[in-house]
Structure formats: C-alpha cells, structure tokens
C-alpha cells in the first residue's frame, strides 16, 4: 500500500510540472488560438538563458530579471514576425508556424549558448521526507508549491487587473473585443511574454531535475496529452490534467510497464488522453461547440 | 438539362488543351526517360547514394502525407511511424516468408502499413484538427516503442537493427548504387501515378470536399468518414513502402530511430515548403529539403576554408528551415510549386507586356 | 397519406439546451410544388431545414418523405433519399474549381471501387467521363460555364450561391431545400436566382422547400407559403391566405392582440 502511495503521491507532484508547460500553452490558445508548438523551445531557450547568464557570473535575481526581458523581448518579435502577418490565417497553418518558431529558437539557443548539458543549482535539496511511512522528494513539494504559487498569481492577474480583463475579453467574444477597443496586438504581446515568464519557470524547475539541455524542449511533447485531458482552454484543467498523466503516468510505469517490456512513459500518456478524448471529444474542461450551418 | 449534347464553349475549350497535354507529356516522357538513363551517365556513386535516393525517398514520404493533410485536411505529425510500419513489415516478409519477391515485400509492406494506418484513423471520425493532430502524434511515440521494445520485429538482432535479407529481382541484384536507385525510382513513378489518378477522381474530389468543409461534404452525400479512414489507409500506404526504401534503398541499415519524430516533421516541412495538395509540389519540397544542408555545408567550407564546426552547421540549418516554413506560410503558403507557377506564366506573358 | 404529398412534416419540436427552437410543428409539401418557409429571422426556418435533411435530430415527431416514415435521419441517408440542400451562408468547397465541386454532388452515384479509380481502369474512366457530361449539363443549365475551371472561393457571392444550387441539382434530388438562395443579392441578381428556381421546378419537375425573406420574390415564385415565428407555425397556405392572416400580419409587425 505504501509502496502504492508513493508512487501516486510522487506522479501527482511530478504532475504539476507538466501542467506548468501545459498551463502556459493554454494562455496563448485562449488568447490567440494559437496551438504553440514552441513552448518547449520557449522554455529551453529561457532555462539556457538563465544558466549561460548565471556562468559569466551575473548575480541570481539579475540573470532572472535579465531572463525576463528577454522572453518578453522574444514575445514582442514573435508577435510582430510572426502572429500579425498569420492574422485570420487557419489554425492549422498558424501550428505550422509554430513549429517553425520552435525550430529557430532551438537553433538560436543552442547556437549562441552551447548545446553541453548544464547542471542548474536553484539550492533545492533533494533529500527524501517522510510523513509516516510514506516517502515524498523534497524538491517536487517545492516544485508543486512553486506551481501553485504561479497559477495564484495568474489568476489574480486574470481577474484583477485591466490587462488581464481585456485578455478574457479577447478569449471570450475576439471581434467583439476589438469592437470595444481593445489592441490584440499588444493582448498579444502581453500573453507571449507571460507564457514566456511560465515557460521560465518550468525551464528552471525541469532544467534543475536533469540538466539544462536540449531535450528540455521535448516537454512539450508531454504536455500535449495534459491539454489534451484538460481541454485547450482552461487552466483549471491544465492543473487537474497535468496531476492525472502525471500519477497515471507512474503508476502505469510500475504496475503496468512490467507487463510489457517497459519504458511505456513516452506513449502511455498519449493513450490515456486518447480514452478521454472518445469520452469527451472536447476534453474534462473544454467547451463544445455546436456547429452552426 | 435533358441535352446531351456538350456545350459550345466546354468544346472551345477542349482544343487547347489536349495540345497542352501532350506538350506536357512528351515533356514528362522525356524527364523520365533522362531519369531512368542516369545512373551510368553520372558516373559517381556519391549522387545517387547521397542526393537522389534521398530525394526519391522524401519525395514519396511527402506523397503519402500531402495524400492525407494536403488533400483531405487530416494534419499528421506521425508519419515516421508509418515509415517504421512499412520498413518493419517489408523486413518481416522479406525474412519469413521464403522466396517472395522484392516487389511483393514492398506491396505487402504497404498493406501492412495501411492496414495500421486504417486503425490510427478510426478516431478521425469524432475527433477533428489539433485534437486529430494529438492522435497522430500517439501513433508515432507507439509505434516507435513497438520496434524499439519487441525483439521479434528485429529478428532478435543484438544491435535492434534491420537491414535488408536480400535486395534482388529476376535474378538481378539490386543492392548496387545504381539498382537501389532503380528501385526507388521505379517506385515512385508507379505510386506517383496511381496518386495522379486518385486525385483526379471521384474519390480524390471526396477527399478534398472534405479538406474544404466536411459538414458540407455530409450533406451532399459523401460518407465522410469512411473516406476519411481510407485517406489514412492510403497515406500510409505511401509512407510505408517510403519507409522500407529509406531502409534498405537508402540507410542500408536501419532501426526504430531512423523513424523518429524529426523525420515526421521533416516530411511536414517537405509538403510545406513544396506545396500542400499539389502532387508535384512533393518533389520540390524533398528537393529543397535534401539539398539545403548538402549547401549550407559547402558554403560553410567554402566561407571557413575547411574548418566547420558541424553541430553549429546543424543548428544554422535548423534556425533556417524554420525561417523558411514561417516565411512560406506568410508570403506564399501554396509553396514552391505555386511560386514556379507564377514564374512560368510570367515568362509566358514576358514577350506580350512590351 | 396521399401520393400527391412528397413531404409531411408531423409535430415536430427541437430545443438547444432547452431553448425551443421549433415546437410542435406539422405540414406538408405537394408533390412538384415550391413551397416558401417565411417568417422573422430566429423563426426556426433554418432549423427546420436542418431537421428536414438530417443534420439536427429532432426531440419529437416524425417526418414522412416519399411516403416512408422517417424518425432519425442521417444527412447522408437524406442526400441518399433524394433530399437536396443548400446553406444560408455558403457551404462550398472553397479551394476547388466550379466544375469539381459540381461533380462532388455525384458521390452517391459512384460505383467503381477504389482500385479502379487509382488504376484508370475502363469502367472507373467510363464513369468519369458519365459524370463530366452530366456537369457539363448542369453548367449550361445553370449559365456558369464561363466559370466552370475557376476556384470558388474567389467567385462573387451571387455565383457562389448559383454554384451551390448546381452541387445540389447535380445528384437529381427528388426534393431540393434552399436556405435564403438570394440572400445579399442585387435585384437583377434575385431576378436571375428566381427564374434559376423557377426553371428548375419548371422543367425537372423538382420539388422545392425555400427559405426567403423578400415577400416580393416569394409571391412571384411561389403558390404554397409556410409561416413560422418563435418556432410555431402561424400561417399556411397560398400567398394570399397567408397575407390576409392577422397572425401573420401581427408575426411581421409586431402587433400585440
């Protein structure tokens, strides 16, 4: 049973990391309804960032403000070469686009920083508590307990500044948004770069657990399933389906992954969101649409 | 409505273009004639194994994937699974069934592709765009760990890869430069053909009826669903006789990792940049694609005198080619094939502007 | 029934997420008719259609076509059936030329199989060449051949919508539903459309069901109109029952009695 527990508890905190990639993912769909493939990138460029930032000797809270400009410095680019010109262009097409944006910032990053692995030390130990008999790692509470102090955060900005209600606006009616005179471009340019900062974050944590690398940006790949299970578009449920793959994910590996050779993690989540998705087309939070004709 | 007799104009029509027709198809006649006849002229071995087998590969890859995303609107980031089915499979035919010949392997591979192909599209019956897009990523991750994890499908080699039993017809051998060329070649003119009809028929139309709008497409009759699953099928049909030449017309040797993720979207890029739902949009896209980093690499020796650091020749390219799919689906997102259009129609109309 | 009803519409009803669409509506269309669905707009005329060929399924009440009882139908069952339909804002396939278009109205008259179609085999080729005759009849029918190979998408409003009714007319359907076949036109354009319509139930004997908001082009076009507001029907009959009707008058003014 303890074994059982541990499992759980460690998939559902190693669970909030994916839903901090997926959560970030989710901004720039409601605001934009852009499926963005380069959040990874986006975060391994941001983690790179911060580490090659960190080696020349820069103090730790100036290479995060550095960091920080930067990604927004990014978001003003991509808005400008990327997301006007595909204004009113097909969903489908602007993915594509992203996919191209990933592959530019993975050549930037690794061409400008390096392409080694980089240890990051955020000075969180990893030392095994016990609550009773059962074992939790210290750095995934503080991992967990950074994610929720990030959605806490986001959703005070959400719902109580300016900014962050013309951005629900644009989510919830974008024509009538514009009609009231409110800028897209610049909700636009406010949502990458705090997809940006959210993808720092989840850089920092995930590049802390195993290195700064470029395998970093194959995050986003886990995190596709998580929306898939929480729907594109809610938060709520970017949190809720990161921790279901994330226990999911482990206790498959354990009591599952014996049964058939194992190393089932890179496609086990991708089925799990499969199940969902013939439950509820339109993912656990999404809205369905009726289509009109 | 009750006449039969066609109209004045379409038969005005005809006229000049069954002349364009036939200047269309000596010209054809003669590429491929030239195509066929190349090995011995060229006299190097490095074209053919380095640039034109490659080239071939891709451009069938791209086939089978603008067959699905191009033509019917299903987008897929799984095509290397595809790949992996149809090498695999051929491998197994080749292995385990006595004295089946090349071609049967190769068709039996498809099939076998297909069929797997058929199963991964079933949810395309309720499950539509980036949600789809998922499933197909699904299948690639799956059907990588399939042939990476069961040794049966490697025939229990050490090393987890396959290569070719035997690459012969009619008692010739194939595995020579020129043979292996021969093969690809004659593969993808067939299956290009095959594609030519497909499009231009009742089904092809069915197909693209549903790219453009399939609650419409219901309406009017099509059982869009099926249809759906069959472009699935055909796909990676395509893709895996694509694949069973990547292995052993091309790599020789290969493995579940010469069908990674990189290569889906490498034969994304190709029906990008060549042209979405354009048969010979393929071939410049896999043209591009294969001899873009064959340039870079000449002009990064060229502009460094010799010393090349590869790994930052790769990310160059990379940050390249994603320059390109961007600038591509900004200014000219029908591709290359649309931007040769306009160049031949301008050179056309060039005489007549003075 | 009577063989001389091609269609009986009996008590149907039709809620979004509670909200009444149609409710308890019954009539019927005569055989060779064209018969006017009028009312104000959110009236459930769009929706009725949508019940008509299958792509809404009705809460309650049946449908009767061709004297076979109709429950749930699918709308690949109605195209099958015989039912026709085109949409209030255009459902055409945008990247594909006028011709092709016309000739995916054809699909449900297919009969050679895949292999001989991706071969070219005689009987595929034979078909194809049946089905480019029957387009070009339908293109000089409909006066678009000087369309006929050019994309859709970048035709003007009033061509597309003709093109539309070309993709329905096509297949021969035995009854031909037309959402707002004139909506956003010009007055030679309406003109046009009507004669279109008019021809069509004319010299082919076609049923139709329409949709239009210009009581002008109704009147002229049409001897049967059906009423709706809110669902309901209120009105039934010729064009002059209908318009000495107080339900009628009050559903277009307003009136409250």
Request: with cysteine.
């Amino acid at each position: 049973m303890n074994v059982f527990l541990e499992t759980l508890i460690g998939g559902l905190l190693a669970g909030t990391m994916y839903s901090l990639v997926a959560i970030g993912f989710v901004l720039i769909y409601k605001a934009s309804g852009v499926f963005n493939f380069a959040q990874g990138a986006m975060l391994l460029f941001a983690a790179l960032t911060f580490v090659s930032l960190r080696e020349q000797g820069v103090p730790t809270v100036l290479a995060l403000l550095l960091t920080v400009l930067v990604m927004i410095v990014g978001a003003l680019l991509i808005e400008r070469t990327v997301l006007r010109p595909l204004v009113n262009r097909s969903q489908i097409t602007l993915f594509m686009a992203t996919l191209g944006l990933s592959f530019i910032i993975e050549g930037l990053a690794q061409g400008l920083m390096g392409a080694q692995v980089r240890a990051l030390d955020l000075g969180i130990e990893d030392v095994p508590l016990f609550f009773g008999e059962i074992m939790v790692s210290q750095f995934d509470l503080v991992a967990a307990g950074t994610a929720v102090a990030l959605v806490i955060l986001l959703a005070l900005l959400f719902n109580k500044t300016r900014i962050g209600i013309s951005l629900r606006a644009v989510a919830d009616d974008t024509r009538a948004a514009l009609s009231i005179g409110i800028n897209l471009n610049r909700i636009w340019q406010i949502v990458w770069a705090v997809a940006g900062i959210v993808g720092l974050v989840a850089g920092l944590l995930w590049g802390a657990r195993q290195g700064v690398q470029f395998s970093l940006s194959l995050v986003v790949l886990k995190a596709l399933p998580v929306l898939i299970i929480g729907g594109f578009t809610s938060i709520g449920g970017a949190i809720v389906g990161g921790l279901i793959v994330g226990a999911a994910e482990n206790l498959a590996e354990a009591y599952l992954g014996p049964l058939i050779g194992g190393g089932i993690t890179p496609w086990f989540a991708y089925f799990l969101a499969l199940v969902f998705l013939y439950i509820r087309p339109a993912g656990l939070f999404g809205e369905r649409t009726i289509e009109r004709v | 409505m009750t006449t039969s007799i066609p109209s004045i104009a379409a038969a005005y029509d005809e006229a000049p273009v069954t002349l364009l027709r036939r200047r269309r198809l000596l010209l054809l006649g003669g590429l491929l004639a030239l195509a066929f006849a190349l090995p011995p002229l060229l006299g190097s071995d490095y074209w053919l194994n380095a640039i034109l087998i490659p080239f071939l590969v891709l451009s069938l890859a791209g086939l089978g994937l603008n067959l699905l995303t191009g033509y019917t609107g299903q987008t897929s980031v799984g095509a290397a699974g595809f790949m992996a089915v149809g090498a695999f499979a051929t491998y197994g035919l080749l292995l385990r069934v006595p004295g089946l010949p090349l071609p049967l392997a190769l068709l039996g591979g498809g099939l076998i592709a297909a069929a797997v192909g058929w199963l991964f599209g079933i949810p395309s019956a309720r499950i539509k765009g980036f949600y789809l897009m998922v499933t197909t990523l699904a299948a690639q991750f799956f059907l990588e760990w399939v042939f990476a994890k069961f040794p049966w499908f490697y025939n229990h080699a050490s090393s987890g890869t396959i290569s070719a039993p035997r690459l012969e017809l009619f008692g010739y051998n194939l595995a020579t430069p020129a043979g292996r060329y021969l093969l690809a070649l004659s593969c993808v003119v067939l299956l290009t053909w095959v594609a030519h009809n497909l499009v231009r028929s009742q089904i092809g139309r069915n197909w693209m009826a549903i790219r453009d709008m399939d609650t419409a497409a219901a309406v009017i009759g099509i059982p869009v669903e099926r249809y759906k699953r069959q472009a699935f099928a055909v796909s990676s049909f395509y893709l895996g006789i694509a694949g069973a030449l990547w292995a052993f017309a091309y790599l020789g040797t290969a493995s579940a990792g010469s069908f990674d993720i990189n290569r889906s979207f490498q034969i994304l890029f190709i029906i990008i940049i060549g042209g979405m739902g354009s048969i010979a949009g393929n071939f410049l896209g896999a043209a591009f694609i294969s001899l873009l980093p064959i340039f870079l690499n000449h002009a990064g020796q060229w502009l460094s005198g010799g010393h090349v650091d590869t790994g930052q020749l790769q990310n160059l390219q990379k940050v390249i080619f994603g320059a390109l799919i961007i600038w591509f689906l900004v200014k000219e997102p029908e591709g290359l094939i649309r931007l040769l259009r306009n160049l031949a129609e301008r050179l056309r109309r060039w005489p007549l502007r003075f | 029934m009577s063989d001389a009803e091609i269609l009986q519409v009996r008590n149907i009803s039709l809620s979004f997420k509670g909200v009444k669409a149609i409710s308890d509506l019954s009539f019927s269309v005569r055989r060779g008719e064209i018969c006017a669905l009028i009312g104000p707009n959110g009236a459930g005329k769009s929706s009725l259609l949508n019940v008509l060929n299958g792509v809404y399924r009705p809460d309650s009440g049946e449908l009767i076509f061709e004297s076979e009882r109709l429950r749930r139908v699918h709308p690949l069952e109605a195209a099958r059936r015989g039912i026709g339909r085109t949409f209030q804002n255009n459902a055409l396939f945008k990247k594909m030329s006028v011709v092709d278009n016309l000739l995916t109205g054809l699909s449900r008259y297919m009969r050679s199989g895949f292999l001989e179609q991706a071969l070219g085999l005689p009987r595929a080729r034979r078909e194809a060449r049946l089905f480019r005759e029957r387009a070009e009849e339908v293109l000089e029918f409909l006066e678009l051949q000087p369309w006929r190979d050019v994309e859709v998408g970048s035709l003007a409003y009033g061509l597309q919508k003709r093109v539309e009714l070309g993709r329905a007319l096509i297949a021969a359907p035995r009854l031909l539903l037309l959402d707002e076949p004139m909506a956003g036109m010009n007055a030679e354009e309406k003109r046009e459309m009507s004669r279109f319509i008019a021809d069509i139930n004319r010299d082919l004997g076609t049923t139709v069901v329409l949709i239009e908001h210009d009581i002008g082009v109704v009147m002229g076009l049409s001897a049967h109109v059906v009423v709706l507001d809110y669902g309901r029907k209120v009105g039934d009959g010729t064009p002059a029952e209908v318009q000495a009707n107080p339900e009628v008058i009050a559903a277009y003014l307003g009136t409250v009695h």
